[in-house]
């Protein structure tokens, strides 16, 4: 099955999952969590959901630039990301409004409208559902609520989709293997990323799970694209 090849992988390349991260986007997934986190507006009164929450990067973002917030949840279906995320929480002293849970995003195990935010950082390429997990993500939030997708894509300019391509066909499989000794795992993130739809064909998916003010902004020469939906304060039943 999908689930447990892509389980799988995380759970054996979790160890060097964080420095492999920070070498390949040459640290700019750094700057790309702290952007989708900036977009939330967090207040102290929020309940967040980190969806495919890895090894908590996200969940520290938002506990950096909103220290008093209510509750952060973080899913994620590899135990050993999770572990790794239980650590890094305890070792930075911001785990107690942090709740971790193993878990499958297109089976969420919360009541309807617990969330004010819900965040899900390159995870929603791995999900090959991806109509039915943003449909979960919209039942979960409150009205009002936002729903902030960050990704993995290609740049849309001829000249720098070719350069880019060339990184990510030829050399990142061979970097990511010799550092995770995982040679799958990082010639599935190429064609992972290659395959993710474009930015109109993403936000139109958001749009018939019912958000609105759908929005999208390119990172990094559209190496990365953070989306961001909103769940109207009425909904209406889809």
Known sequence: MELEFIRDMFDG????????????????????????VSALNLSQNDAVLDVACGTGDVIIEILKQCNCIQQVVGVDFSLRMLQIARKKLTAVRKGGAVRLIAGNGLHLPFPEKSFTAVTIAFGIRNIVDRKTA?????????????LAVLELTTPENRY???LYLLYFKRLLPKIGAFFSKHLKAYSYLPESVIGFPGAREFAGIMKEAGFKN??????????????VGYKPTESIAQ
């Open 134 to 146: 943003i449909r979960v993500f919209f039942d979960c939030l409150k009205p009002g609520g936002i």
């Open 214 to 227: 759908i929005q999208w902004r390119h990172l990094t020469l559209g190496a990365a694209t953070l989306f």
């Open 13 to 36: 390349i979790a160890r060097r999952y964080d420095l492999l991260n920070r070498l390949l986007s040459l640290r700019q997934d750094v700057h790309w969590r702290r952007k989708m």
């Open 160 to 162: 720098l989709q070719s």
